[in-house]
């Protein structure tokens, strides 16, 4: 039997003395490390900032596995 993983995460800031709970550009490595990580077949992100944060995390997690990686935004 095969198995689907997927992973949903709101990758904001919970606690921030700003109160600016969006994606930081600096988070983006963590997050597709994070991502890469679990291994996960379908990946919905929240709290984002732009299509580009998406773009790059995109980029970023088919670099890491080899190519492959695709999203709809």
Do not use: C, K
Not at 5 to 19: D, F
């Amino acid at each position: 039997m095969s198995r689907l993983r997927v992973v949903t995460w709101n990758v904001g800031r919970l606690y921030s003395p700003t109160h600016n709970n969006r994606l930081l550009d600096e988070d983006i490595p963590r997050v597709v490390d994070v991502l890469d990580e679990l291994g996960a077949d379908v990946v919905l992100l929240q709290e984002l900032v732009s299509a580009r944060q998406l773009g790059e995390i995109v980029t970023r997690l088919s670099r890491a596995r080899g190519g492959g990686a695709a999203f709809e935004g």
